[in-house]
């Protein structure tokens, strides 16, 4: 006899979803197990800045999808899209006129990009962009940064070796040592550390493919590129005759239009997106200059393929979601939800007596406040730095914040992704919940 399935709480669901799927997720941190959580919340819906769960809790969410919805959940322009799309078939392996609309867009906001190639996930993009630098260069090693985040694949899953060592050993099980030691990992708003890897690798035989870099880096908590950081990749790059890899996956099309590229002023030779570009549903895109995009097959032999790429829903979204961007002067907007998220939580932090051991970094719609353990009131620039924080602190917080109502990143090294629709009200419900949660002194287990 079967038992009749159990959809109503989060608790059950996980139990079935342990059963049937790794760890219950389908992507680990949303298990939530870093902040001490028995099972995660299971969304049922969501609409504007408001999700909620199978228990009927609703919450206010800072999360956004990781960042791919800065117009909120739901949006009327990109529901109708979608269904539009949706009714005219979902899939046909063949070109469709939506896609060559979205590559005509980001051909046009993205400096670097005169080709586009869609994929269906960032890290689809991450490691085709990695494949033509690795194909125009001759070249099979790059240089990426410690606590930066490019997807999950074999190339990108290294971490730095010991001391003076320049090749990179696997961060998972099932990454040959072979793959990663091609990956050198340099410190993130270091540029001689860039210089001294490069170096040491081409003394031993092995010249540089490809600087790989997030703008701004969002995956150890949002890090600043320091005054002339992106602008020295560039140099360093020119120099050692190596490609300059923009990863925009979560930085494209929500720091400005047309990504960290626009903002900063520093173009690269290749560029990567994902989240934003797809309104929601799953997207990657690969984009850069002629030359070097002119080597994908069918155009050139570089092998790169995908039965759903360019998926016409997908594409019907993304154009939706990037038009309205546009149309309704999201950017302003978004860079004012920023600072007061900002505003928010440096001023409840103060007001909780944690104003010297916390800091709050944020670039645009991007913000991240950082448990520091220590009084110092300087956000990490590195990841050295942030490997410092106090994440007994943060688990805390976070499980003090999801009880009332806030929905945030479940870990340290995530942003927060401030979007259109938070409104004034979520911002004070936030600042009292974090008032309260960071006045408790933390239970040392
Ligand atoms: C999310 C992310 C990726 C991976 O994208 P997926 O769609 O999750 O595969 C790559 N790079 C950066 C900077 C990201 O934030």
């Known amino acids: 006899m079967t038992t009749s399935p159990d959809l109503t709480t989060s608790a059950a669901l996980f139990a079935r979803a342990t059963r049937v799927t790794p760890g219950g997720v389908n992507s680990p ?25 199978a228990d009927g809790n609703s919450y206010v969410d800072w999360v956004q999808s990781w960042g791919a919805l800065p117009l909120g959940h739901a949006d009327a322009d990109v529901v109708a899209a979608i269904t539009r799309a949706a009714g005219l078939g979902s899939s046909f392996g063949a070109p469709t006129p939506a896609e060559v609309e979205l590559a005509e867009l980001i051909v046009d906001a993205v400096p670097c990009a005169e080709l586009a190639r869609f994929t269906s996930s960032g890290t689809e ?12 260069t001759g070249r099979d090693a790059f240089i990426t940064f410690d606590g930066t985040y490019h997807g999950h694949a074999d190339p990108f899953l290294a971490a730095g070796g010991s001391g003076l060592a320049t090749l990179g050993i696997p961060s998972s099980p099932g990454v040959p040592a072979a793959t990663a030691e091609l990956t050198l ?18 003394a031993g035989g092995r010249e540089i493919a490809a600087i790989f870099v997030e703008p701004v880096a969002a995956n ?10 992106l602008e020295g990749l560039r140099a360093i790059a020119d120099e050692i005759g190596a490609l300059l890899v923009f990863d925009e996956v979560i ?21 990567t997106f994902g989240k934003i570009i797809g309104g929601g549903l799953p997207v990657g895109a690969f984009v850069g200059r002629r030359d070097l995009m002119s080597l994908v097959a069918p155009s050139g032999s570089v092998y790169q393929a995908g039965t759903l790429s360019g998926n016409p829903l997908a594409m019907a979204a993304g154009l939706a979601q990037l038009n309205a961007l546009r149309e309704r002067d999201a950017y302003t907007v978004l860079e004012e939800q920023g600072a007061r998220l900002e505003a928010t939580i440096a001023r409840a932090a103060d007001d909780a007596g944690a104003g010297s051991t916390t800091a709050v970094s944020r670039v645009g719609s991007l913000v991240t406040l950082f448990h520091l353990g220590v009084e110092q009131h300087l956000a990490p620039q590195n990841f ?19 009880s009332a109502g806030q929905y945030l990143p479940a870990s340290q090294f995530e942003a927060l992704f401030a979007s259109t629709t938070h409104d004034a009200q979520m911002l004070e419900q936030l600042g009292d919940a974090l008032r309260v949660a960071l006045a408790q002194p933390v239970e040392v287990a």
């Open 220 to 229: 150890m908590g949002v890090v600043e590129p320091a005054p002339g950081f």
């Open 29 to 53: 941190v949303r298990a939530m197990g870093s902040v001490g959580r028995t099972h995660p919340p299971f969304i049922v819906s969501g609409e504007g800045s408001r999700i909620v769960d």
């Open 185 to 202: 990992l340099a410190t993130y708003n270091d540029l001689q550390s860039v210089r001294d890897l490069a170096e040491a690798s081409a």
């Open 384 to 402: 050295t730095e942030a490997k410092q924080l106090d994440t007994a602190r943060f688990a805390a917080t976070h499980a003090d914040l999801l």
């Open 125 to 136: 993009a991450t490691m085709s962009a990695l494949r033509v630098a690795r194909a125009a």
């Open 251 to 271: 930085t494209g099309f929500r720091l400005g239009w047309g990504g960290a590229q626009v903002r900063y002023g520093v173009t690269p030779d290749l560029a």
